[in-house]
């Protein structure tokens, strides 16, 4: 249907109308314009040769002619001159309906047997297509229609139905017939979705035997499911075969294509099986090539892409797995011929490597407390090694080497290396020349800056020039403006020059220029150090910590930037997307580092395994041209769930092509891969994007209990981007999540590692010493720390040997390394909420984040899908071991959810990460040594001015103040160990010449 004016009211009306509905003109004389008709193409009046062209150049039965917008269009056409709208402007060709409607008559009334013959020929096609002979596919009914579309479209038309009726006689047509041919094709979809149920259920039965024992050579035990030998039976254009975790997806490939082989006719070599790692390949080609006897392509995606690039190429290019080395030797060599780029890098590393420009963004102060506890804000010289110091601690009178200076913000790193690249000595946080009497803590201005003669204090404030901040309530602020005006008076009443700078300023220059501008006021010369020393001295100094650390961020970010399917004029597409300095920066030194890392691969004729997959799906838009034959007919996919952007391009490349049917196979709840380019949409939209095709579902598990999937499901489905599907399976065990619990107060690692033995001893006394038992960690330092408690040792290919069990059959795996695989029990061993437990809470760089696929649908998405694999690789039990202070907010969902069994102490409440909080003004405190009392200390992130609250010990909640008694002594917590107590010390007490025994019973939560 399209949308056209009325030549009466001038009103759009719709082109399938009898008469206006605004003004009552009769259809008669409606008239078209070819935009009206189909706005994107112009009207070909040489219709038969456009056909005829169209008819040639189809290449396989999927490349059938496209639904026209309006099948008047594909009609003769009488046209007349319309007035033009200006002055040599082209004159638009109308098409009267009643024009179109008079021709089919004229043909019609010619040729009077025309139309009994293209009903004949219909109702044998039609009847040939739903024999169920075969399932039908939307190709099939596509190729179909499409030989009787623009009769459909006609016979509809009320005047040409008029005309047949008054002339059945004369045109030998029974006008039931007519009626019969458009009722047909206007429910032809709903009658091949009948016919294929009936072809299905019927090879159920007929195949009955069959497929009880098509996977006999692979396994005797082995039998298909219905919802199985359904997927094996639809023969789909694009299938979408989503199958649970343990419900047998590699066993319905296999199926599949030994179906495919004895009940279809198809020839091995025109299926091809794809999956994602070696492994996996391995495991199909066991299956189907060497149990089956059956010699189909498997392979990985990156060796279909080079064997395609091989068969295409003259010269093969050689593959290059050393990235690395080539961006080294830019980064380290080259770069010194390329000064622009080097002063990109200098000001990358000197402001925005670590500390992404976001860092100044947060929705709450909250939010701003926990990001400055969980950063270490590292400058410029500290990294250039320059900052190094002997500091000797009052308490245990042994020396201290700081190597690197930790800030509390990003302006003040902002402003320690403005002052370093510009040849300003500058010394962090030292304390105020002038003793302060009775003041509590040493007062500490942020910096304090010579050069010659010249001195000087700088003091950075977090509020706005004019007093401001959205993020500090009115009662903050003003307690932040008493300290700032105490200091202020402070360096008056002493002479001590102070510059003040403000987090923003009312002119809305940056932070830097006033600095600038503040500096050359008071005398000092700005001597900018060169680009090139700042670099050498990089490089020769830190180049693991620093040069290696960019090289690999560079990489990863290259190989995600090709896997999304990017060649080199996307980093303008991606510069066109954001607008943040630090992400724009690096767009402009990755380019120059992709541009020389990809004429360096040219040069050697190298491609890298990105390149495999992309310049494979580019060579296939070539391919028709050449000499090159790829007959697949049907393509298969393993872990479809996987599938990056590149991958997509080139399975929907290879299928446009060939004319191949695709089954894809995976699950959505097990999609864990996100950091590595995968896309879960392009599994989620599967049908969408490719057009049309089945959804279908193995829901029957035979790994897992009915008890288990329903918790792990339920926990995975609520995400709403998830496909909804139950698992069904016929194993029942009661209590399928047990949660062992530890004190995680004092010698954690150790009490974890008690809590996992106890665990492996109570399986082996349920299952005996033969069973096998998977331990999980979120990463792999959690088996480090394992073999480190001295309880386990490593055996060989990710064996354990537990010493207290030294015959359990033991094996440790991260979750994302036990996808896929299923063992007698599971130990989840890491519970943990922090940065680094489960969920992790490591915060992706926002720079990837341009080329990452993130699910937003809720918070930590891929975790819970990462948790779910977790807690389904068992047949039996899952053990979860947790500490009873911080237990992961996943586990704690579960036992709210399902009332899961656990101990009363655990806590239940939603746990901060960031647990340990000031008592004074309940931000939290950061761990860190502090050169100035010389101590390891509990530190509050607030800012000073508002709560310089800190403790050397954290549960006590006890301010450091300075002692009465001597003159540079602190009091700290200490203990009396003969009765168990704590009390306040001078941090004197022990140091020669001083021994300053003053003490004072501890109150918690305050320094009086």
Known sequence: ?????????????????????????????????????????????????KNNLSNKQEKSPKKVAQSKKNALASLPVEVEADKPQKENSTKKKRITKKALINEELMRLDKDQNILRNILVSFNKDYGDLLSGKRFIAESDRKAFYSRYEKHHLMLKEPLVKKYIKNNTTKLCVDFDEVNSFINKINHLVAEIEVVNEKFISRKLIEYKRYFNGILKKVDANVLLDEEQRRAVLTDEDYCLLIAGAGAGKTTTMAAKVKYLIDKCGERPEDIIVISYTNKAVDELKDRICDKLKIPVKVTTF??????????????????????????????????????????????????????????????????????????????????????????????????????????????????????????????????YLFSLGKRKKKYTPDFYIEQGENKCYVEHFGLSESGRSYIYSPQDIAKYMRGIDYKKRLHEHYNTPLIATWSSYNDKRPLLVHLKEELEKRGFILNQRSDEEIYRKLVESNKDK??????????????????????????????????????????????????????????????????????????????????????????????????????????????????????????????????????????????????????????????????????????????????????????????????????????INKAKTSAIIKVIGDILNEYGEHSSILLIGRYGFDRYNLLNSGEFAELQKG????????????????????????????????????????????????????????????????????????????????????????????????IKDHNIPCSTRINRQIVDKFNYRCPICGFPLKYEFNKNYGLSLYICTNDPEICDFMTNDKSSGADIFKCPECDDGYMIVKKNLSRDEKFYGCTNYNIPGKMCSFARPLVYGTSK
């Open 1 to 49: 249907m399209a949308l056209i004016n009325c030549p009466e009211c001038k009103k759009r009306i719709s082109d399938r109308a009898i008469v206006c509905p605004h003004c009552g003109l009769p259809s008669d004389y409606f008239s078209y314009s070819t935009e009206e008709l189909n706005p994107t193409e112009p009207v070909d009046t040489n219709v038969k040769q």
């Open 302 to 431: 990156h060796a279909f892409g080079y064997d395609i690039i091989q068969r295409v190429s003259d010269q093969p290019p050689q593959v290059n797995s050393y990235a690395y080395s080539i961006i080294f030797e830019m980064l380290e060599k080259s770069i010194f011929s390329n000064k622009e780029l080097m002063k990109k890098l200098v000001l990358f590393f000197g402001y925005y490597f670590d500390i992404p420009e976001t860092a100044l963004k947060f929705n709450n102060l909250d939010d701003y407390h926990k990001y400055k506890a969980d950063m270490d804000f590292e400058t410029l010289r500290s990294r250039l090694g320059e900052y190094v110091r002997s500091v000797a601690s009052k308490r245990t009178r042994d020396s201290r080497t700081i190597r690197g200076e930790y800030l509390r913000s990003v302006q003040e790193v902002q402003i320690a290396n403005f002052l370093y690249i510009h040849g300003i000595d500058y010394e962090y946080e030292k304390p």
């Open 546 to 747: 620093y040069i290696v650390k960019l090289i690999l961020f560079i990489m990863e970010f290259i190989e995600k930037y090709k896997s999304n399917g990017y060649n080199a004029s996307g980093f303008e597409v991606l510069r066109s997307k954001t607008d943040n300095v630090r992400n724009l920066l690096f767009l402009d030194i990755v380019e120059e580092v992709y541009s020389f890392y990809q004429d360096r691969l040219k040069s050697n004729n190298q491609i890298d395994f990105a390149d495999m997959i992309n310049d494979a799906e580019y060579l296939l838009r070539e391919i028709e041209g050449s000499n090159v034959e790829l007959n697949y007919r049907y393509i298969i996919i393993d872990e479809f769930q996987d599938i990056a952007r590149q991958r997509f391009n080139l399975t929907k490349r290879l299928a446009d092509i060939t004319g191949a049917k695709v089954v894809a196979v995976g699950d959505d709840w097990q999609s864990i891969y996100a950091f590595a380019g995968s896309d879960i949409t392009l599994f989620t939209k599967f049908l969408e994007l490719m057009g049309a095709g089945k959804e279908l579902q193995i829901t029957r598990t035979y790994r897992n209990s009915q008890e288990l999937i329903d918790i792990a499901g339920s926990f995975v489905q609520k995400n709403p981007l998830q496909i909804r599907k139950r698992l069904i399976s016929p194993k029942r065990l009661e209590n399928p999540i047990v949660i062992n619990t530890y004190d995680d107060t004092t010698a």
């Open 799 to 894: 064996k354990l040997k537990c010493k207290k069990h030294p015959k359990a059959d033991i094996t440790y795996m991260t979750a994302h390394s036990s996808k896929g695989l299923g063992y007698d029990n599971v130990i989840i061993i890491n519970m943990i909420e922090s940065k680094f437990g489960f969920p992790s809470q490591v915060e992706i760089d926002p720079i990837m984040k341009m080329v990452i696929h993130e699910d937003y649908h809720m918070p930590f998405a891929e975790e819970r899908r990462l948790f779910y694999v977790a807690l389904t690789r068992t047949k039996n039990r899952v053990y979860i071991v947790a500490p009873i202070n911080r237990p992961s907010q996943f586990l704690i969902e579960l």
